[in-house]
């Protein structure tokens, strides 16, 4: 990846593309809310992907997500997604900013 913004340029399509395959509207409300929640602390999420390792194991996450969605593997891909979403958690100081902002809310 060139850049953060690019990766989150990538990153934005790359989920949109999963949830045009969504074919429950009140499941693609509730992840549009998941999605506002996240982009208001995307300062933290920046922070943690100025970290080379954060960015390239986001992108590896990302090419088994989609390997397990071709395989319809439902195990795998529950397993990743959960994977996917904690990873970011242990990345500091993204951990801390994250704690920081839930704990304003």
């Known amino acids: 990846m060139e850049s953060i913004e690019k990766y989150f340029e990538f990153n ?4 949109d593309e999963i949830w045009k ?9 509730i992840l549009n809310l998941v999605r506002d929640r996240m982009q208001r602390y995307t300062y933290a999420r920046i922070s943690a992907f100025k970290r080379p390792e954060a960015l390239e194991k986001s992108l590896k996450q990302h090419k088994v997500l989609l390997t397990a969605l071709k395989g319809k593997d439902k195990d795998k891909l529950k397993k990743m997604i959960v994977e996917h979403r904690v990873s970011l ?7 801390d900013e994250l704690k920081e902002y839930l704990s304003t809310e």
């Open 12 to 15: 934005e399509k790359f989920h």
């Open 89 to 95: 958690l242990k990345i500091a100081p993204y951990a």
């Open 21 to 29: 395959a969504v074919n429950n509207e009140l499941l693609l409300e």
